[in-house]
Structure formats: C-alpha cells, structure tokens
C-alpha cells in the first residue's frame, strides 16, 4: 500500500470498535421495553424513567388506599336477584312465626329465672351499642375516620340503620304486647296470647312495646349496608346482630320472635337502599355528588383526579 493510500486510510473515522457497544446499548433497550411491558412498566420494583408526573402517579397508586374499580362498586352495591332477597325475607318471617310458636316461652321462662354472670352482662352491654342509635354514629365516625375513600356510603348507611329503629317503633305504636318481665307465662306453650286486640299507642310507656326489637331492627340495617360494602367481614355483621338479639332476649325486654320480626324489618329497610330502583337511583345520585367513582371512571382517570388532589393540597 501506497504512503498515500495508508495515510488516507488511518484518516478515515474508527466506526467498527464502537459497534459491539451500539448493539449492547440496542439490546439493553430492547429487554428493558419487554420487561417494561410485562411487570407493567416496572423493572425489579423499580419505575422506568417517565415524566414527574407519571412517577406521582405510580407512585400514589402503589402507596394510598386508592379506591377500587368503579365496576366494582356496581357489582357490591347493584340490585341482587329477588328471589334471594325474597326468601331470606320468607324465612325471618316463617321463624318469628315459629319462634311464638315453640321459643318465646321456654327462652322467656329460663332468662326470668337465672342469673347472668357479670362478665357476660359486660358483653351483653357492648353488644347493645351496635344496635343503638348512638351506636350507630359511632360506627359512621370510625368509617369516615379509617376509611375516607368510602364516606359516601354513610347515608345509604344511616337510613337504613336509622330507618329500620324507626319503622320498628311505628309498628310498636299499632301492636299491643307486653315485654316478658311483665307477661306472666305460667302454664303457657305458646306466646300467642301476649298479643293485645288494641293499639294503646303510648299507653303504659314501653310496657307494652315488644312487638317488634327496634334494636335488632337498627342492627340488621347496619349489617345489610356494611356487609355490601366489605363483604369479607359479612360473617363478623351477622355475628353482632345475633350479639345484639341474645342482648335482648337474655334482658328480658323481647321474646325471640320479637328479634326476629326485628331483623326483619331492618333487612328490609336496608333492601330498599339497593332493590327499589327509585331509592337505589337517588342514593347512587347523592353517592356520586360525595365522591363515589363513576361507572363511566376508569382507574386511570381516578387516580389522575387523586394527584391532582394531593398536588393542590401541597401546593
């Protein structure tokens, strides 16, 4: 090779050593994408290099307590199928009716004549809040102090716990019955005579008020809204209405059919909230104005309006 020709040649610009590096740059990318598309734009944990706000973004849904999926709430909250709500309604009816039959007495003669330990009278205190007007306040401060993203349950939560106590005591004022510590149950089988032919209304104070327990009533519409909305503790609602039954009961200030005809107003005061579709309408309406997601929200959307939020409050 020419002097010329070798000094033209060392002139030209090295490009073949700097081309393992490009390939490897060019892979690296090319996994990074993949991953990036698999783990959900994460790579070991870790976010990809987005703009501020996306990593706000991410970074709010992986940490706060964003709300679930706007469908989700239509599906928990959403009319269920009648023949359900029909039959479970049925059968509180059918055993307020057996319980006249063959419970109130034996049950009513057993509390009147034994005494209650202490330490169950303490439980049966507790137990007595969760079926309680004031009870019921308390329960709505927790949720809206523990859970806020689902404070716009609290009036669908509030009729139907205040409606049910409230519907029982207008069916006291129309039925006559004495409480068990004022019904003498010598030599009965039954409790079918404890009920009176005449509505005294307000005569003898709560004396003869029995018909049906305000209380459960209260109890069973709370626990038909909660277990809506956390349907994983539904077990745990049931338990304190049950809790809240025996209270009465073992108190001596309602027969067993009392409880159940209870539970079943307060059932069904808490079905009209999701069954009836003129009362389901206008809570899901009021939901929607405190805040509930909308059907039409994706989570995307939501979680953009909580940075938002968030932003605005630190800014």
């Known amino acids: 090779m020419s002097a010329a020709c070798r000094k033209r040649h060392d002139s030209r610009p090295s490009t073949l050593p700097n081309l393992p590096c490009l390939i490897s740059v060019e892979l690296i990318h090319n996994c990074a994408n993949s991953l990036e598309l698999i783990a959900g734009r994460r ?13 706000d973004r991410m970074t709010l849904k992986s940490r706060s307590h964003a709300p679930p999926p706007p469908d989700r709430y239509a599906s928990l909250l959403g009319r269920k199928s009648p023949a359900v709500v029909h039959t479970l309604s049925a059968s509180l009816l059918l055993a307020a009716i057996l319980a006249v039959l063959v419970l109130d007495v034996p049950v009513a003669d057993y509390f009147a004549t034994h005494s209650i330990p202490d330490s169950v009278n303490e439980l049966r205190t507790v137990a007595e809040l969760f079926g309680h007007g004031l009870g019921v306040v308390i329960v709505i401060v927790v949720l809206a102090a523990l859970d806020p993203v689902h404070r716009w349950i609290i009036p669908r939560l509030a009729f139907a716990a205040w409606g049910g106590g409230m519907a029982a005591n207008l069916i006291k004022l129309c039925v006559t019955r004495p409480r068990p510590y004022w019904f003498d149950t010598t030599g009965l089988t039954t409790s079918w005579s404890s009920f009176g032919d005449v509505i005294d209304g307000l005569a003898d104070g709560s004396a003869l008020q029995s018909f049906p327990s305000a209380h ?3 109890a069973a519409g709370l626990a038909v809204v909660l277990s809506r909305l956390y349907p994983h503790a539904r077990g745990l609602f049931v338990t304190l209405v049950v809790a809240v039954a025996i209270q009465r009961t073992s108190g001596q200030a309602h027969f067993v059919s009392d409880c159940f005809a209870g539970a079943l107003v307060g059932w069904s005061a808490g079905q009209v909230t999701f069954q009836e579709g003129w009362a389901s309408r206008w809570f899901d309406r009021l939901e929607y104005l405190l805040g509930r997601p909308r059907p039409d929200s994706s989570p995307d959307v939501v979680a953009d309006d909580a940075v938002d939020s968030a932003h605005h409050r630190a800014a």
């Open 216 to 218: 459960v009533a209260t």
């Open 43 to 55: 790579v070991d944990g870790l976010p990809q290099c987005h703009s501020p706000s996306t990593l």
